[in-house]
């Protein structure tokens, strides 16, 4: 079978995600942060869009990839064609993500409140137990603080569902 195989940029926008206005970006500094991917602790979650841009499939801790040395290389062609999508045009997302606060894939939080204004979540958790909360987000807090720069993160609510997040306080 004959493939036509286009690569093309797509502002994660367009496929539903949260970014930046131009005026927040407009106020950041530019920086390289350093960081790897790290196979102990970070994963991928992968996203399959059709032509009309909506998500059609999505694996939470996709495990198809390679790590040489520090170099992650990634295969859209054969993960499309694993997952039976061979025909048609897709187009395919990856989110590189580090858990936080002593969450995994398997062992996620939820959302117990909503402030009246919705600014503010309180998280809950019936897999994490309360001592690994608690040193998980003393971790991330200190993080915060030590960095040169005013760093913010994303709390994933899964199929494409990131939200930025730049603040955390403990109850």
């Given amino acids: 079978m004959n493939k036509n195989i286009y690569i093309e940029d797509i502002p994660s926008i367009e496929l539903g995600g949260q970014l930046y206005t131009s ?5 950041i500094s530019s920086f390289e942060t350093g960081s790897n991917f790290n196979p102990d ?3 991928i979650e992968y996203l399959v869009f059709n032509g009309n841009k909506q998500v059609v499939d999505t694996v939470s ?5 390679i790590l ?3 170099d992650l290389n990634i295969f859209p062609e054969q993960d499309l064609d694993d997952r039976g999508y061979n025909q048609g045009q897709y187009y395919t ?5 580090t858990p936080l606060l002593s969450s995994s ?7 117990s409140e909503i402030s009246s204004d919705r600014t503010e979540i309180r998280l809950a958790s019936t897999d994490i137990i309360a001592n690994d909360i608690l040193t998980g987000a003393e971790a991330l807090i200190n993080n915060l603080e030590t960095l040169p720069y ?3 993160f994303f709390l994933n609510f ?3 569902n990131l939200i930025i997040a730049n603040n955390i306080l403990i109850d």
């Avoid at 005026?23 to 106020?27: F, I, Q």
């Avoid at 894939?105 to 959302?111: A, E, G, K, L």
């Fill in 158 to 160: 899964g199929a494409n």
């Fill in 68 to 70: 040489y040395d520090n």
């Fill in 61 to 65: 801790n996709l495990g198809t990839y």
């Fill in 23 to 27: 005026e927040d970006t407009s106020l």
């Fill in 93 to 97: 997302l990856y989110h590189f993500l």
């Fill in 150 to 152: 005013y760093e913010d």
């Fill in 41 to 43: 602790k970070d994963y």
């Fill in 105 to 111: 894939v398997d062992s996620p939080y939820y959302i």
